[in-house]
T-cell receptor
């Protein structure tokens, strides 16, 4: 079974630009969540989508948004980029249903550098 | 919201010794406590988890203990090996299976051969 796939893996943007990151979950996983990882701050929850609906949202400004498609693939968008948005953005998928263990399956991340 | 703190931030141990990482949480409603391991340049992976109705759980060389009264939980690694070198993240959630995990900032564990 293929793992969680994130694209692009690396990208460089300048302040003020916007960026869209993509995540394809494990087949059969309907929940996708996004986390921002920065040195010294650990992983911070951005949002979670389930069946195309945002189910949870973390404490990030409105510049951070996301969506989920009917095939469970998800995208997140960051508008008006700031230097502080430089981070590794991790997507994780979870299986919901009988046998759900609660485990998050992470992708390898998209490393965003804002100049 | 939930706040999770990890101590110490860096831990160096001799190969074969034990390593203990402690985490505290703030929300008494939290009932699910996973631990994730992230090796350098790789994705975080779940290594063990515990729910609030259990005080201890063990899986080979790793174990997790939970003290609900004191609101802290710990990861114990025995007989450490070089491949245990990684960053370990503890997390807490108020709903089992809820993907809104509050993670600690991570502990760098270095196993010295």
């Amino acid at each position: 079974k293929a793992g969680v796939t994130q694209t692009p893996r690396y990208l460089i943007k300048t302040r003020g630009q916007q960026v869209t990151l993509s995540c394809s979950p494990i087949s059969g996983h309907r929940s996708v969540s996004w986390y921002q990882q920065t040195p010294g701050q650990g992983l911070q929850f951005l949002f979670e989508y389930f069946s195309e609906t945002q189910r949870n949202k973390g404490n990030f400004p409105g510049r951070f948004s996301g969506r989920q498609f009917s095939n469970s693939r998800s995208e997140m968008n960051v508008s008006t980029l700031e230097l502080g948005d430089s981070a590794l953005y991790l997507c994780a998928s979870t299986f919901y249903g009988q046998g759900n263990t609660g485990e998050l399956f992470f992708g390898e991340g998209s490393r965003l550098t804002v100049l | 919201g939930e706040n999770v703190e990890q101590h110490p931030s860096t831990l160096s141990v001799q190969e074969g010794d034990s390593a203990v990482i402690k985490c505290t949480y703030s929300d008494s409603a939290s009932n699910y406590f996973p631990w994730y391991k992230q090796e350098l340049g790789k994705r975080p992976q779940l290594i063990i988890d515990i729910r609030s109705n259990v005080g201890e759980k063990k899986d080979q060389r790793i174990a997790v203990t939970l003290n609900k009264t004191a609101k802290h939980f710990s990861l114990h690694i025995t007989e450490t090996q070089p491949e245990d070198s990684a960053v370990y993240f503890c997390a807490a959630s108020s709903f089992y299976g809820n993907n809104r995990l509050a993670f600690g900032k991570g502990n760098q564990v270095v196993v010295i051969p």
